[in-house]
């Protein structure tokens, strides 16, 4: 029986990881810990402030699992322009928390920690799609906080001897994603329209291409990195595609027969936007035999009569 | 009158910075702030805990200050490693600290942030010296905290506006050094040996070269910076020049007229250590006109004729 621990269990990804690793093993053990009161994904739950370094080292001490998934973050890069030192103090402060615990406890943990594309930062289209073995240029407090992220990650691998490894995960989406990203405020706003409740689409920049992935399949891949992927290494996370965010928008529009008037709100946009990023995910796939099952069109269809 | 404050102003650069200050600006008004209970630099001396968020918004909010030295930091790789935790503690978390104080305040201060060699990690010796337009690479827990250093400080000068340049210093000697570092120990044994009371000297591995840069020659830099320095940028403070630190220990002996016997004591060895390392200084002698006045030979000479 394998035993997983999961961080920022009561996150988006994290009720799509629980569902995937309970479906593929049969007798995991699966411990979450959040920051929300209750968590009703049916494993044992920690309530705990991960920055909080006697907690965390209590709690994994005790467990002793065999995986964990570090997902607990700040999600938002928008959010991190906004509060800058809160995302310092939540994604800087509770990755050192956990590796701390799982070196001082000598436990022999393989840890998956889920790092973020905005590590990239800028590179000019003839360069897509980004490869890991870039150079790194992070652009937002966000971006620098992942950065760290992996860079502790790295040294904690090489030199501790911790059995870790990365991923930069590109932008995700699925049922239960929080509306302040694209593509649920994107559906939640045109059902509004089609219910006569809303007149206009609220958007910010559109005319940019971003790399979309189903977080079903970011789950089965985190789960097959937990097994397959390389001590020390980062794997870029993406469907390897980019989407211009106009078109998603007309595909939705055409799934409920919708043609509203779209405004740009300039609160969404983000200083520093740039106009196509997609990633390479080859290095994954080689690694974890991974095919993408979830595809963005049809996705999108599910997405919609979902929450219709 | 300018106003200038230092942090970390009682560890070893901050003396050598405020002599270099007053000696160019006659009407220089220094405050410092440090860990230690007082100061005897005839500076305005705070005793804080830079890493009380509260603390450093209330001082610089009271003295706004027309240039902020940032040089309070964890300062040694050895120590890193031994305690990571606290590294990260200290390192990541003052920064953060003095930067949203700046950003919060308004204030228009112009600060120096002092990194290190450290972030560029190990380069073959075909590719030295190594300049600032390298990919980087920490491998230590140091080293990692240096760079989210410099990643944030990047971010709050191009997004948020702060007037930040930025330093990769490399290995630093002079007067006053704490002997944990390799010259001032080196000298220290000596003397002990030339006086009797020690036999054999103790070292590390002493068949790698480094670049090191006088603590005067460093003074003048960042001050330099100060004024000329361009915001957003990073510059590398260095002789440029590698030396052997065997042909140092040979130097040293000569002038002392003694040959001990050297052994190698294995908790001074690193882990990662590589063979050579040297900076490039074309960057920050254009844009300051800098030139190196205080060189190794002669220098070692100064230090252990002031130590005898």
Redesign the interface.
Known sequence: MSTYLITGISGFVGKHLVSCILQKDKNACIYGVGKRACCDLGTHYFRMDLKN?EQVSRLLKKVRPDFIIHLASMSSVQES?NN??EC??VN??VI?NVL?AVKDNNLSSRILTVGSSEVYGNYPEHEMPLKETY??N????Y??TK??QE??C??YA??FGLDIVMTRSFNHFGAGQDDKFFIPSLVKQLLEIKNGDKKTLLVGNIDIKRDFINVNDVAEIYYKLLYDGKKGEVYNVCSGKPVLLREIVTHCCSILNINPEIIVDRQRVR??DIYVIYGDNSKVKSVTGWQQKYFLESSLKDIILGNE
Chains 1, 2 share one sequence.
Not at 138 to 141: A, Q, V
């Open positions: 370094q322009w800058p030192q310092f103090d800087a402060n050192i701390t150079p790194l992070p652009i937002s407090p971006a620098v950065l760290f860079n502790i790295k040294v090489d030199s200083p520093n």
